[in-house]
């Protein structure tokens, strides 16, 4: 069993810069694939971006350019950094950790609130 506890969200203007955590309670970290999505209420989760064991990103369309995904394995973090924030990225993020092996399955989070208003 992976605990992922996430913080660093709350309340930001339009404009403005974010940085998430994940701290992952895992020796095994490095060989994860993380990740890190959102749900409005209402609405399905949906990706925004993930990173590979060995360091290759993926990021939605709606945040590339915007926000990067990073991770420090000696602290078993990964890290959201969100710029140019805008109302629409309002939303519950949650925290993803996937094994490589299919069978082990992945985890999630408890969620932290990203609200973008003026």
């Known amino acids: 069993q992976v605990q992922l506890v996430e913080s660093g969200g709350g309340l930001v203007q339009p404009g403005g810069s974010l940085r998430l955590s994940c701290a992952a309670s895992?020796?095994?970290?490095?060989?994860?694939?993380m990740g890190w999505y959102r749900q409005v209420l209402g609405k399905q989760r949906e990706l925004v971006c993930t990173?590979?064991?060995?360091?290759?990103?993926n990021y939605a369309d709606s945040v590339k350019g915007r926000f990067t995904i990073s991770r420090d394995n000696a602290k078993r973090t990964v890290y959201l950094q969100m710029n140019s924030l805008k109302p629409e990225d309002t939303a519950v993020y949650y925290c993803?950790?996937?094994?490589?092996?299919?069978?082990?399955?992945?985890?999630w989070g408890q969620g932290t609130q990203v609200t973008v208003s003026s």
């Open positions: 895992t020796s095994s970290f490095s060989i994860y694939t």
């Open positions: 993803n950790a996937v094994h490589p092996h299919p069978a082990l399955g992945g985890y």
């Open positions: 990173i590979t064991a060995g360091g290759t990103t």
